[in-house]
């Protein structure tokens, strides 16, 4: 009886890894030498129209609204919540490019700001944007 030898398919992996252990040596040896790249910020001109002033919604700890027209330099006044859609749109027909900032107390409830903004939205106010103070 003669016994058939099958052949046994291997994959000698040492070779590999000895390759990725030089390459791994390699790059640890020339990484410091590499400088970081700097990069090139464009540069902006000068703008020819000097920027708008806000019509600033103030949300107050106490829960009160309070607008102040910036661009007409108007003494802030308190505001209805019910009246604040009717008031920032007889606004906003008056000066449609005009930005809208809401400056909340940091103690008000994040969902009475988002409130605020989707009156804004609802009056098809484009330009919102959030005021906050500077991290010391």
């Known amino acids: 009886m003669a016994r058939t030898r099958k052949q046994v398919a291997q994959?000698?992996?040492?070779?590999?890894?000895?390759?990725?252990?030089?390459?791994?040596?390699?790059?640890?040896v020339t990484a410091p030498f590499i400088n970081p790249a700097q990069v090139e910020l464009p540069s902006v001109g000068k703008t020819s129209q000097a920027p708008q002033?806000?019509?600033?919604?103030?949300?107050?700890a106490s829960g009160e609204y309070v607008l102040r027209n910036r661009a007409t330099g108007d003494n802030?006044?308190?505001?209805?919540?019910?009246?604040?859609?009717?008031e920032i749109a007889a606004v906003h027909r008056?000066?449609?490019?005009q930005p809208?900032?809401?400056?909340?107390?940091?103690?008000?409830?994040?969902?009475?700001?988002?409130?605020?903004?989707?009156l804004l939205q609802q009056a098809r106010i484009t330009r919102i944007g959030l005021l906050a103070r500077p991290a010391p």
Do not use: C, G, Q, W
């Not at 002033?53 to 107050?60: A, G, Q, S």
């Open 53 to 60: 002033k806000p019509l600033e919604i103030m949300i107050r």
């Open 100 to 118: 809208v900032v809401i400056a909340a107390d940091k103690s008000v409830r994040y969902e009475e700001v988002m409130h605020t903004m989707t």
């Open 94 to 97: 008056a000066a449609p490019d």
């Open 11 to 28: 994959i000698n992996v040492v070779p590999m890894i000895d390759v990725m252990l030089v390459l791994l040596v390699i790059f640890m």
């Open 76 to 86: 802030e006044r308190v505001v209805a919540k019910s009246a604040l859609a009717d």
